[in-house]
């Protein structure tokens, strides 16, 4: 019998903003946002999760409302902002000319857990011949992996999305006559 755990931290992740010189733009924080406060929200029997809960939800970003109002009227600010469950913004788009101030890679994914075993056993059946049976089984405590959750401010998922998670319980037996 064998088995092998493993276990591993969450890759490093960045929120985005509108694209910037070499596409790393990342948002400027207004509000109290903390972004170590993030794990996987997932309700029973839903097709998607968020990273964030409901704690925060998609709003126009302010600097839509300095633009020319008929660009406003007309929808052609797609400019989002991030806003707590009061409706206080927390997350913005930098101004033009500008970088944000949250910085990259401060999102931690979450983490990668599994469990695989495998056991055997030989049989001699006669001289110079033997039955081996073997099984392996790929995470038997059958944990899901959540796809990355979508970070981009100016996305069309509400904020933090989770859209699938993958991984299932596999087994696989083998059978091996050696003459």
């Given amino acids: 019998m064998s088995w092998i755990l493993d276990l591993g931290s969450g890759d490093a992740s960045t929120i985005t903003a509108q694209s910037m010189l070499y596409a790393n733009g990342v948002p400027d924080v207004v509000g109290n946002f903390d972004p170590s406060s993030g794990h ?25 409302s300095n633009i020319a109002p008929i660009l406003v009227s007309n ?27 949250l910085g990259q890679n401060v999102i931690e994914l979450p983490g990668l857990w599994t469990l ?23 995470n038997i405590l059958n944990h899901p992996q959540p796809s ?10 509400p904020f933090g999305n989770i859209a699938t998670k ?8 083998q059978v091996r006559l050696e003459f």
């Fill in 40 to 64: 996987v929200h997932w309700q029973d029997g839903a097709l998607a999760g968020n990273y964030f809960g409901e704690a925060y939800q998609r709003v126009k970003d302010p600097q839509c």
């Fill in 75 to 101: 929808n052609l600010c797609t400019l989002s902002a991030i806003a707590d469950q009061s409706g206080k913004i927390v997350l913005q788009n930098p101004l033009p000319g500008t970088r944000g101030s």
């Fill in 116 to 138: 695989d075993t495998s056991m055997g056993k030989a049989f001699k059946i006669s001289e110079g011949t033997k039955l081996n049976f073997r099984m392996d089984a790929t």
């Fill in 148 to 157: 990355n959750p979508d970070l981009n401010i100016n996305g069309s998922n």
């Fill in 166 to 173: 993958t991984g299932q319980r596999q087994f696989q037996l």
